[in-house]
């Protein structure tokens, strides 16, 4: 019986550690999670984006350079922010717009093919 005990100790222990190395891989994605929402966040709001009103430019302005600050050299924070200003601008004065990522990539699309390929 005493061997029996040890064994059930033996076995809750590796499972209490399996449950500890799980619970810590968690908290560490987490962690990531939290950093790409900060960082990528406010990319994936167009509806706040796109609406005049709803954002600050100041604010804009500041997640842009922070957004650039993590990807040097691959982003310019201010001209960033002109693309945004520009896409609301464009998206505005259309009616019938669909603010989500999808909706705007798609009306972008739409813009390009009919520059570069008028009918």
């Not at 550690?17 to 968690?26: D, E, P, Q």
């Not at 984006?49 to 100041?58: Q, W």
């Not at 601008?89 to 008028?118: A, K, N, Q, W």
């Amino acid at each position: 019986m005493e061997g029996r005990k040890f064994g059930n100790s033996v076995a809750s222990g590796k499972l209490a550690f399996r449950l500890h190395c799980r619970t810590a891989g968690l908290d560490t994605r987490f962690q990531q999670l939290e950093y790409l929402h900060k960082t990528f966040g406010f990319l994936l709001d167009t509806e706040t984006l796109m609406s005049a009103d709803a954002i600050d430019l100041d604010d804009l302005q500041r997640k842009c350079i922070d957004f650039a600050t993590s990807f040097p050299d691959d982003v310019d924070g201010g001209r960033l922010v002109d693309e945004i200003q520009d896409c609301r601008i464009f998206v505005s004065r259309r009616v019938g717009v669909d603010v989500t990522p999808v909706g705007i990539l798609m009306f972008i699309c739409h813009l390009v093919e009919m520059t570069y390929f008028p009918t």
